[in-house]
């Protein structure tokens, strides 16, 4: 009895708290991102600690449940009548921008006098990003344009191209320690972003079927939460991408008439569970390893930042983007979360004399990039002049 009180506490406190940082965001244009993390540090066993220590028990089930929310959104930025005006820009920003970003880490590395193969490991994390934080910003900023749609779909197939990298690097890494040739990793990456993918559109073809005809005229939330826990959690059994999986379920879904009330659903369902997840991500931040990264960390950070910026303009410019994609797009690419630590922890379990030191110094530049990186990314779209361009999906009640 006393346990589950303890637990109903805590996610009220939780959600409450989530409530007072957007309100507090609305007003001081930080983000809410960054407000939820600072507090989870805060409530953290690294200062005040005053959350329970069981609560980070619920991070990976709630992770999970966040980001296949998050990928079924994303999958709205493929609605067909938008993607053939655009498709071929975004495919050239995302590959231009994740190659550039793991080639400049790589080389600054090395140039730094890190191993090579150390080196590869980081190239092969740096494209990842983080697409609940920057799509939190987004809509904290209710922002529209040109480069908010960019962005959004960049950010919703960067970890594609992610995956697809990391499995190369693997087996270069491997080579260069000795071992032979394993193309069965390179295999495993493709079969776990195809695989994803192809789950998420198979099931997602009776969801958008059967959406309105169950009850009349609309998806419901009920059946929309159902099919996206669904997928995900079939996908996770199989070994792919949830995230993929519910992009690609997302994807489906908005090519069918009369979609939009299934996305607002998802979108205001998903909102107590991304309260949750930045507060837990918070919470399980340790500010004192920013005390001790060592000057690979600095160089990482660095070299990503400018791969990401640099990238992102030269992808925008051979793709024939205009000068907001251009300048702009970059700066909203720059928070790493979740992936890039679970391919961090791949790679210190298959490569453990490398991997010792790249684990810890990844969960120092995660924490930098998710306290800056949102910011950045709202003032980029602030910039950009598309802030407050999008109708409000929930007025306060004040100003109501």
């Given at each position: 009895m006393g346990e589950s009180g303890h637990l109903l506490l805590v996610w009220g406190a939780f959600l409450l708290v989530g409530f007072v940082a957007h309100y507090v965001g609305r007003r001081t244009h930080v983000p809410r991102v960054t407000l939820l993390l600072v507090?989870?540090?805060?409530?953290?066993?690294?200062?005040?600690?005053?959350?329970?220590?069981?609560?980070?028990?619920?991070?990976?089930?709630?992770?999970?449940?966040?980001?296949?929310?998050?990928?079924?959104?994303?999958?709205?930025?493929?609605?067909?009548?938008?993607?053939?005006?655009?498709?071929?820009?975004?495919?050239?920003?995302?590959?231009?921008?994740?190659?550039?970003?793991?080639?400049?880490?790589?080389?600054?590395?090395?140039?730094?006098?890190?191993?090579?193969?150390?080196?590869?490991?980081?190239?092969?994390?740096?494209?990842?990003?983080?697409?609940?934080?920057?799509?939190?910003?987004?809509?904290?900023?209710?922002?529209?344009?040109?480069?908010?749609?960019?962005?959004?779909?960049?950010?919703?197939?960067?970890?594609?191209?992610?995956?697809?990298?990391?499995?190369?690097?693997?087996?270069?890494?491997?080579?260069?320690?000795?071992?032979?040739?394993?193309?069965?990793?390179?295999?495993?990456?493709?079969?776990?972003?195809?695989?994803?993918?192809?789950?998420?559109?198979?099931?997602?073809?009776?969801?958008?079927?059967?959406?309105?005809?169950?009850?009349?005229?609309?998806?419901?939330?009920?059946?929309?939460?159902?099919?996206?826990?669904?997928?995900?959690?079939?996908?996770?059994?199989?070994?792919?991408?949830?995230?993929?999986?519910?992009?690609?379920?997302?994807?489906?879904?908005?090519?069918?008439?009369?979609?939009?009330?299934?996305?607002?659903?998802?979108?205001?369902?998903?909102?107590?569970f991304l309260i949750v997840f930045f507060l837990l991500a918070g919470y399980e931040l340790d500010l004192v390893m920013l005390r001790s990264v060592p000057l690979i960390g600095v160089v990482y950070v660095l070299a990503r930042a400018a791969g990401k910026l640099g990238g992102a303009t030269l992808g925008a410019r051979l793709a024939g983007l205009g000068r907001a994609e251009r300048r702009y797009a970059g700066w909203c690419l720059l928070p790493q979360a979740g992936v890039a630590l679970g391919l961090g922890l791949a790679l210190a379990e298959r490569f453990p004399e490398l991997g010792r030191g790249l684990l810890s110094t990844l969960v120092a530049t995660t924490i930098a990039f998710e306290l800056v990186g949102p910011s950045s990314t709202q003032l980029a779209l602030a910039r950009a002049g598309e802030s407050g361009l999008a109708p409000d999906p929930a007025p306060d009640p004040d100003e109501a």
């Open positions: 507090l989870g540090v805060l409530t953290g066993p690294a200062v005040l600690d005053l959350v329970p220590h069981g609560v980070s028990e619920w991070f990976p089930t709630v992770s999970r449940v966040a980001l296949s929310m998050v990928g079924f959104i994303l999958g709205h930025q493929f609605e067909w009548r938008s993607l053939r005006r655009t498709g071929t820009s975004v495919l050239v920003v995302s590959l231009v921008e994740a190659l550039l970003s793991a080639v400049a880490v790589a080389l600054a590395l090395v140039a730094a006098g890190t191993d090579l193969a150390l080196a590869l490991l980081f190239a092969a994390v740096a494209p990842a990003t983080a697409p609940a934080a920057t799509l939190d910003v987004i809509r904290g900023a209710r922002a529209r344009g040109p480069v908010t749609d960019l962005v959004s779909r960049v950010v919703a197939i960067d970890d594609a191209w992610g995956v697809l990298l990391f499995s190369v690097l693997i087996v270069v890494v491997q080579t260069l320690h000795g071992g032979s040739f394993d193309g069965g990793l390179l295999l495993h990456g493709l079969w776990e972003v195809g695989g994803g993918l192809l789950v998420g559109a198979l099931l997602g073809l009776p969801v958008a079927w059967l959406g309105g005809r169950v009850v009349e005229g609309q998806l419901t939330l009920v059946e929309m939460l159902g099919a996206v826990l669904l997928v995900a959690g079939l996908a996770e059994l199989l070994g792919f991408s949830h995230l993929l999986a519910s992009m690609a379920m997302g994807t489906v879904v908005a090519n069918r008439p009369r979609h939009d009330p299934a996305f607002h659903a998802i979108e205001d369902a998903s909102q107590p």
